[in-house]
Nanobody, 124 residues
Framework: QVQLVESGGGLVQAGDSLTLSCAASGRTFSNYGMGWFRQAPGKEREFVAG????????YYADSVKGRFTISRDNAKNTVYLKMNSLKPEETAVYYC?????????????????WGKGTLVTVSS
């Protein structure tokens, strides 16, 4: 059974940095893309960042480009999201996502596995 366990969420002030982690287990993740989505209160879940199996290809939502960095450690089956210059409007539950191939983690419908989420609260 595949499990994705996120960690690293918390309460920070605007402008602060935070790094999220997601550890995957339960199968071999060769050729699986990994990524992050977020869902703010009262809003739909949205794509944040994705990374290919090799780590060579990365994708970001326009709103986070230049501030967020996604990376992965395949030896640990773990994906990270380094978030800098956080804004209050980025308060949300952040979800880890895994899908076969990189394209699968770029849209909600393509995701094969979801984590339960970790809450990030950015105070002004």
């Amino acid at each position: 059974q595949v499990q994705l366990v996120e960690s690293g969420g918390g309460l920070v002030q605007a402008g602060d940095s935070l790094t999220l982690s997601c550890a995957a287990s339960g199968r071999t993740f060769s050729n699986y893309g990994m990524g992050w989505f977020r869902q703010a209160p009262g809003k739909e879940r949205e794509f944040v960042a994705g990374i290919s199996w090799t780590g060579i290809r990365t994708y970001y939502a326009d709103s986070v480009k230049g501030r967020f960095t996604i990376s992965r450690d395949n030896a640990k089956n773990t994906v990270y999201l380094k978030m800098n210059s956080l804004k209050p409007e980025e308060t949300a539950v952040y979800y880890c996502a895994v899908a076969y191939g990189i394209s699968g983690v770029l849209t909600l419908d393509g995701v094969n596995y979801w984590g339960k989420g970790t809450l990030v609260t950015v105070s002004s």
